[in-house]
């Protein structure tokens, strides 16, 4: 899985300016994420392990990513245990992981502070999760309609207004683009939030296509920053 996201150099550019990135140390064994700022560039670091990837910025210059823990160790494209970060102000911090997976992926992140991405074995991605206000991270699949045999498994995208775009796989191995919208006062159209009361996400064929299947699924009510109701009981999402 990493090996395809390890060539050195930019990955990601906010409206500052700023740039973040993946550069190799010396000998070319070991990568960091970096962070360039006016004119300086400072290596980012990992979580005690040796290596890590930048895959998000956001305008107030926090980066995300994936990173190894202490003791892993090995080339950048390797298996070895990495979780997901966000470093802000100096400060990396490691975002955990879900269901128990050893592995997680931060994607992407929005000017709130709010971020995305997936937790994997190590190689495959297997859960989509949504992180924000200190965490822990929140299963999306806790919301997907029970009976609709759709897991998500990764979520690479989230912008300002809190939508989220996602990727679904169904027990065929059929993989549907997901978009995900936050059924709130900011989104004026409420259609296919009518089970909003019940706390149930809504799912809705999008116009077919030759090239792409999508889908949208709309989500019960969470608060202006984006917090899900989290009494939801999590749909059966490893098909």
Request: hydrophobic share 35%; charged share 20%.
């Amino acid at each position: 899985m990493r090996g395809t996201e390890c060539p050195a150099g930019p990955s990601c550019l906010n409206n500052r300016g700023e740039v973040a990135g993946l550069s190799f140390l010396a000998g070319d064994s070991v990568c960091h994420p970096f962070l360039w700022r006016r004119g300086e560039l400072s290596d980012l670091g990992a979580l005690g392990g040796e290596t890590g990837i930048a895959e998000s910025l956001n305008d107030a210059g926090d980066v995300v990513g994936e990173a190894d823990l202490p003791g892993a160790s090995g080339p950048c494209d390797g298996p070895q245990a990495h979780h997901a970060f966000r470093w802000k102000h100096g400060v990396m911090t490691d975002l955990g992981t879900q269901d128990g997976d050893p592995c997680s992926h931060a994607l992407s992140i929005n000017s709130g502070g709010q971020v995305v991405g997936g937790s994997s074995d190590c190689t495959t991605f297997l859960d989509a999760f949504l992180w924000e206000d200190g965490g822990p991270m929140v299963d999306l699949n806790s919301f997907v309609p029970t009976g609709s045999n759709l897991t998500l498994t990764e979520a690479t995208l989230i912008n300002d207004r809190g939508e989220i775009a996602a990727q679904g796989v169904f027990p065929n191995g059929d993989t549907h683009a997901i978009l995900l919208i936050p059924c709130d006062k900011e989104h004026g159209d409420r259609e296919g939030c009518e089970d909003e009361s019940a706390g149930a996400g809504v799912v809705r064929q999008a116009p077919a296509s030759s090239a792409v299947s999508g889908m949208s699924l709309h989500l019960p009510m969470w608060r202006r920053r984006g917090r899900f109701d989290s009494s939801q009981t999590a749909a059966g999402h490893r098909n």
